[in-house]
């Protein structure tokens, strides 16, 4: 599913807020607020991955389990942005080596 820059980033912000255990009454949330400063915990962070990734179907690899990767919701799109793009090469990519391959080519 293709989603817009802005549906990201509204998803994104929504996830933020359920899963983030920020206490956000009154809380600013820019695009490089700090979610640790806000008071964003490791066990929080591991909930609002495991949201963004049911989400948007995507899976975080180790290398990408880090604080920069939750940092922000700038650090977060960029992130999602980054695995949906990467996601979507490789499915292009097999569908055509599946299509290649096929018999019936």
Not at 1 to 17: C, D, N, P, V
Not at 60 to 71: H, N, W
Not at 92 to 105: I, K, L, N
Request: aromatic content about 8%; some cysteine; charged content about 25%.
């Amino acid at each position: 599913m293709a989603y817009s820059t802005q549906l990201m980033k509204t998803q994104i912000r929504e996830i933020i807020f359920d899963h983030a255990g920020l206490e956000l009454c009154g809380l600013r949330l820019d695009d490089d607020t700090d979610l640790y400063k806000v008071g964003m915990k490791s066990f929080a962070s591991v909930q609002l991955m495991l949201a963004l990734e049911d989400v948007f179907d995507i899976e975080f690899p180790d290398e990408m389990l880090k604080r920069t990767t939750f940092r922000s919701p700038d650090a977060i799109e960029n992130a999602v942005q980054t695995l949906r793009n990467s996601s979507e090469s490789w499915s292009a990519r097999a569908s055509v080596s599946s299509e290649s391959s096929s018999p019936h080519a």
